[in-house]
């Protein structure tokens, strides 16, 4: 066993937090207040090569593996981007270009990845549904052949980037008795006639995201829209689930490290007292058992990354058992950041409530914590 | 990075698996009225069978501990017991002794052939110790020791002790011989777990001790002898927590699909499914953590003591946490006697209190948090 990062790792991981934190995280609170989507972070995440890291250069990525991808999300955590922004960023690339990526063929390819990789067109995944939330099978969403197009009916719910985005990934049903084996997966664009979004939903935390309603009423797209063959779609969702659980999680990890880092600071500097707060112990055993889960996490995400990049499948339980600790058991310490800064962590001018709330999401999105313990006592 | 096992560790881990196995090795889930020289017949089996395939010699590191998981997961008993000496007493030896020291005493040890205790607190003397009340001074051959050891784990059937005492000029471990005129094993204390460590006090009353059986002394502030040791307990005790879980998984899981004359089996109930599901959930990111911290440690990382700390720390106490979920599965049968659980729930409850406390690990945890930032 090995657990070391190579040094090129380590150096790309140490640049990506410095430009974040340069560029981006200044700009973070404000956006955060306003709830407003930030393009131009958005696009320098493009120009600085995050976006599309791991795809192959000719495709206008790097051709990174996924350890040093899932090292670079930790980073924008690390660093202090909000949670919105990352997961705008995750949304984007790992379950919208991914996937036309994975399963699309060459002409999707040359004519997705490259503008999604530079940050010219947004992208966003359409999976969960009014009444198909955790039971992806319940999917209502029909997708119906006619000659050289399909005519897609139905909605979307939750979907990150929806607003914003200029392509759409979207699952379908071809076959709704065929439960999961008549899920399909298409590329929609913006514009197409019978495709809206719905505005904004007001959310409690991962604001800068913009996360909507996508409708569509009697949407008709080229039917080379479809990814792969039809009923490949539940198959395709379900291979996300790997950079689910590894590098959209991996945010959530690094941003603990910025408490961290922030809770400490402060610790030291907030006299109480007569002395700094860092000396009372109360105090030292909220940063300790923060610094616990970020290395108890850390181990569970790069497991997942490092066996993608061996060419392993998935996982399950393994994949599981990250979404649910990362979920799960960073609620506590997140609640002892917010209480190691006092009433300044209840308010917005300090980060902490920002994160606060933008951490509530990891034991909902992407599958709940329930529905990870489903499968773990599944298949354990 | 490299996730799996490499050919040395995998070898180690099939290694004690055939040991395991054994059938002709007693078996080590001994009645817990067995009396210390019934529980030593056992464990010298045991360590024989260990030390006579190389493994009690196996360097630390994520293989070694991989496999003392394992043997955990059988018995914790047996592979606390065997890294007492393999492990705790072993590293200071073979980090601080001489040619001739490690020659003469780290053998015996590592190839099963004697038990090894480890003597190091004293009454009142608190975690935060550092310096000893047991005292050597020096006569006309060597030292004269003498004090009194509070806890000591194997202590009725060791049979060599490493003893910390002061001398003038620091720390030292005495390398002490049970047998030793002046050497006084008292009975086993009551422990809530871990009966079968028979853990007792020890009185040190002008035990000679020749030269060459003390390691030191140390200037505190260069060689932390107590530090060492408490950090060997760590890794022993994250190990140990690890194989306890497992353990622990395995029977509330039997137990969970045991049919029911009336109704379901309770795995059909979601609550109890889900209780197994966060028992795996701990068990596995604990294994993860502890091994990570293994490899730090034997690589020479620089953050390995305060990953090794946070291991053992989140380790032990959801040993505990595991313990006692599968004890609510198993419900009257595991509130029961005899049975591995119960037995797991109570045993558990010492990792949190061997080598660094978890309050005392997570207080060094934090400083080290906070002079990084
Ligand atoms: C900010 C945000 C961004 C999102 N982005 C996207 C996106 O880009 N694309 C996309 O497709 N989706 C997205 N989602 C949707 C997300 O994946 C779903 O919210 C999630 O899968 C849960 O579905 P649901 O909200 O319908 O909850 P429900 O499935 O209705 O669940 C409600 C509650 O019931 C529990 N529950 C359900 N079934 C069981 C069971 N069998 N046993 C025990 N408990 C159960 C759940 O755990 C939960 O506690 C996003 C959600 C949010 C909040």
Known sequence: MDFAFTDEQMALKKQVIRFAGHEIVPRCAEHDLKSEFDRKAFKRLGEFGILGLHFPEELGGSGADVVTTVLVGEALGEAGVDGGLALSYGAHTFLCADTIFAHGNDEQRRRYIPKLASGELIGCMGLTEPGAGSDVAAMRTRAVKKGDRYVLNGSKIFITNGPIADVAVVYATVNPAAKHAGISAFIVERGTKGFSVGAPLHKMGVRTSQTSELFFDDCEIPAENLIGSEGEGFLMAMQTVEWDRSALVAPFVGAMSYALKKCAQYASERRQFGRPIAEFQAVKEKLARMKIFIEAAKGLIFRIAWCKDQGRPLNHLEAAVAKLFIGDWSLEPANAAMSIMGGYGYCHEYEMERMFRDGRLAPIGGGTSEIQKMIISKLM | ?373
């Open chain 2, 1 to 373: 990075m490299d996730f799996d096992f490499n050919k040395l560790e995998r070898d180690l881990l099939s290694k004690i698996e055939e040991i395991i196995k054994d059938e002709s090795l007693p078996n080590p889930d001994i009645s817990r009225h067995a009396k210390p020289n019934e529980i030593a017949l056992v464990l010298r089996a045991w360590l024989e069978r260990l030390g006579n395939s190389g493994f009690l010699a196996e360097p630390a590191g994520p293989g070694r501990l991989a496999a003392q998981l394992e043997l955990a997961h059988r018995s914790p008993w047996l592979a606390l017991a065997s890294d007492i000496g393999s492990h705790v007493l072993c590293d200071l030896i073979s980090r601080h002794g001489s040619d001739e020291q490690k020659k003469a005493f780290l053998e015996p040890i590592l190839k099963g052939k004697k038990i090894a205790a480890v003597a190091a607190s004293e009454t009142l003397s608190g975690s935060v110790q550092k310096t000893m009340n047991t005292i050597a001074v020096k006569n006309s051959g060597g030292f004269l020791l003498t004090g009194a050891k509070s806890t000591v784990s194997l202590g009725p059937m060791a049979d060599i002790i490493g003893v910390l005492g002061q001398i003038k000029e620091g720390m030292a471990l005495f390398l002490v011989d049970r047998g030793q005129p002046g050497v006084e094993a008292g009975d086993p204390l009551e422990t809530l777990g871990y009966r079968e460590l028979c853990t007792c006090p020890i009185a040190l009353h002008d035990v000679i001790i020749e030269p060459e059986r003390i390691i030191g002394p140390f200037d505190s502030s260069k060689v932390d002898l107590l530090q060492e040791l408490r950090t060997a307990w760590d890794q022993v005790m994250g190990a140990v927590a690890c194989g306890t879980m497992r353990l622990c998984l395995d029977q509330a899981r039997a137990a969970a699909d045991v049919k029911r004359t009336h109704g379901k089996p309770p795995a059909g109930y979601q609550s109890v499914r889900f209780s197994l599901a966060e028992m795996l959930t701990l068990s596995q990111t604990a294994e993860i953590l502890v091994l990570r911290a293994a490899w730090a440690a034997a690589s020479g990382d620089p953050q390995a003591a305060s990953l090794g700390l946070c291991a053992k720390v989140f380790a032990t106490k959801n040993a505990c946490e595991v313990a006692d979920k599968a004890l609510q599965i198993m419900a009257s049968a595991g509130y029961t006697k005899p049975n591995p659980v119960e037995r797991a729930l109570r045993d558990a409850r010492l990792g949190t209190i061997m080598g660094n406390t978890s309050e005392v690990a997570q207080m060094a945890i934090a400083d080290n948090v906070l002079e990084r930032f």
